[in-house]
């Protein structure tokens, strides 16, 4: 695969802004390169535009080289990226499928990039050829999810990797949810396909969606192109600081992932034996799809009574189901209580 077939011309034939503390290397003293204000440290300083101590940690804890990492602001900086420095506006389109994460498709529409979407099967299963039958010329990203939102599954891994060795556009696999589905990441494969892009992130089973830190995990020849578009400072000083705090606690993620997983099993069992409850769908993720009888007075009854789930009853092979993150024990008893009051 050539990456630079696919890259656009504005963006390969770009010089990206260099910063002041991009162009020094070596120890320093004093810094009079970048217009900072002498006082107030440590926040007068700009942050490390390329995040490498960040990076070396979750390098260790994944077990890949830091120059397969790209570090965004949330997901979504990896996500947009990828559709400004591969797709043409107007002209250019992706393929995915549906339903899915919500925002490859906003991404698409800002950047004026068509979406194709293919129905996954009524089990929730999807089809590398029926996405491929949807590519043409002008298909330079698909984008799947896995364990997808909002249906909750893994996507089969086979099927995945058939899909990444015939499609000569870039495959990304989102992974937000990974943590959840044990062994099931595509991350020890990433040396084997140049066109894949793996997305996670820090906002689930890290727990830290407040400080807004996603991940991509690629080619060093993809990485170096997102490195050369992005906003230079796109993780400030907060953000790195408090990740390279946290990611020494994995202990502790590794702790709330195993309750959160024996909590789905006991909420999913619970849920089942009420009679307006139709299904509740397997799942690999820290929430459960569940499809039940008038979907929507039961959402508008939970928030009245202060508990907020997702409708998601108008979303394509989803009719008449809520999406419900798996809480604490006692979130998830709270829940169950209100339910009770409706039998
Ligand atoms: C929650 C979620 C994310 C995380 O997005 P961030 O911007 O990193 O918070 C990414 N992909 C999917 C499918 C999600 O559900």
Redesign the pocket.
Known sequence: MEIDKLIRTNIKNLRPYSSARDEYTGEAMVFLDANENPFNEPYNRYPDPLQRKVKEKIAAIKGCEPSHIFLGN???EPIDLLFRAFCEPGHDNMVTIDPT?GMYQVSADINDIEVRKVKLNPDYSFSADALLEQADDQTKLIFI?SPN?PTGNLLDKSETIKLIQSFSGLVIV?E?YIDFAPGASLLTKLNQHENLVI?Q?F??AWGM?GIRL?MAFASPEIIRIFNRIKYPYNINMLTQQKALELIEQVADKNQWVDLLIDERKKLAAELINFPFVVKVFPSDANFLLVKMHDARGIYEFLVENGIIVRDRSKVVLCDDSLRITVGSTEENRSLLEKLNELI
């Open positions: 949330g997901s979504d994460y999810c939102n989102d937000a997305l992130t906002s689930k969606a996603g």
